[in-house]
T-cell receptor, first 115, second 110 residues
Framework: AAGVIQSPRHLIKEKRETATLKCYPI?????VYWYQQGPGQDPQFLIS???????DKGSIPDRFSAQQFSDYHSELNMSSLELGDSALYFC??????????????FGPGTRLTVL | QKEVEQDPGPLSVPEGAIVSLNCTYS??????FMWYRQYSRKGPELLMY????GNKEDGRFTAQVDKSSKYISLFIRDSQPSDSATYLC??????????FGTGTRLQVFP
C-alpha cells in the first residue's frame, strides 16, 4: 500500500541557511500534518492543512512557514536555521472524515542536522 | 507539567511475557486515544485507536481507556523480540493535533 513520502530523508545545513522539506500524502488523503521530534523527545505538532488551507497551528516558530498545494503535497520552509532546529521532521496525512477521528499516517521523516 | 505523562522506561521483558504500557493525562477534553509504535529512525506507526472509554482488542494487542481516571493502557500478549521498539501514546480532542507522550522503550529478549 502507498505510504506518505517525505523528501529529502536527510538534510545537512549550516546555521542561518534555509531548508525546504517536502511531503507527499497517501493518495486520496486531503489533510497533511507536520511534527517535529527532537532527540529523545516526543513529536510536537507544528501545523496542519486541509484542502490547501491551514486548519490548525501548534508550536511552529515564525521562521517556519508551510503550505499545501493543489495536488495535496505540502512543503515546510525553514529560514534562519538554528542549531536547535536539528530534529526529525515528520509529515502525516489523513482523509478528512467529519464524523470521526482523522487517523493520521506518518511518513518516514526527514532528519535535519544544522551545523 | 506535560499534558500527557508516560514512563520512558526502558522496559526489558523475556519473550512470551505480557507487557503493560501506560499513560496518564490531564486534559479532560481528550476523546481520541492512540498507541503508536516507533522503530529507531522510523516514523510512528499506528497500532491501536480508541474513542472515549472502553477496551479494544486487535490480535495480541489490547487498548484500555479509563476517562474517569485519565489513564490509558496498552497490553501486549505473548511478546516477541520484533515488538522491541518505542511505544508512544497520543491523544486528541476534536482538533487536528496529536499530543504525544514521551514514549516507552520496550526490549523483548529471546
Amino acid at each position: 500500500a502507498a505510504g506518505v513520502i517525505q523528501s529529502p530523508r536527510h538534510l545537512i545545513k549550516e546555521k542561518r541557511e534555509t531548508a525546504t522539506l517536502k511531503c507527499y500524502p497517501i493518495p486520496r488523503h486531503d489533510t497533511v500534518y507536520w511534527y517535529q521530534q527532537g532527540p529523545g523527545q516526543d513529536p510536537q505538532f507544528l501545523i496542519s492543512f486541509y484542502e490547501k488551507m491551514q486548519s490548525d497551528k501548534g508550536s511552529i516558530p515564525d521562521r517556519f512557514s508551510a503550505q499545501q498545494f493543489s495536488d495535496y503535497h505540502s512543503e515546510l520552509n525553514m529560514s534562519s536555521l538554528e542549531l536547535g532546529d536539528s530534529a526529525l521532521y515528520f509529515c502525516a496525512s489523513s482523509p478528512r472524515q467529519e464524523s470521526s477521528y482523522n487517523e493520521q499516517f506518518f511518513g518516514p521523516g526527514t532528519r535535519l542536522t544544522v551545523l | 507539567q506535560k499534558e500527557v505523562e508516560q514512563d520512558p522506561g526502558p522496559l526489558s521483558v523475556p519473550e512470551g511475557a505480557i507487557v503493560s504500557l501506560n499513560c496518564t493525562y490531564s486534559n479532560s477534553a481528550f476523546q481520541y486515544f492512540m498507541w503508536y509504535r516507533q522503530y529507531s529512525r522510523k516514523g510512528p506507526e499506528l497500532l491501536m485507536y480508541t474513542y472515549s472509554s472502553g477496551n479494544k482488542e486487535d490480535g495480541r494487542f489490547t487498548a484500555q481507556v479509563d476517562k474517569s481516571s485519565k489513564y490509558i493502557s496498552l497490553f501486549i500478549r505473548d511478546s516477541q523480540p520484533s515488538d522491541s521498539a518505542t511505544y508512544l501514546c497520543a491523544m486528541s480532542d476534536r482538533t487536528d493535533k496529536l499530543i504525544f507522550g514521551t514514549g516507552t522503550r520496550l526490549q523483548v529478549f529471546p
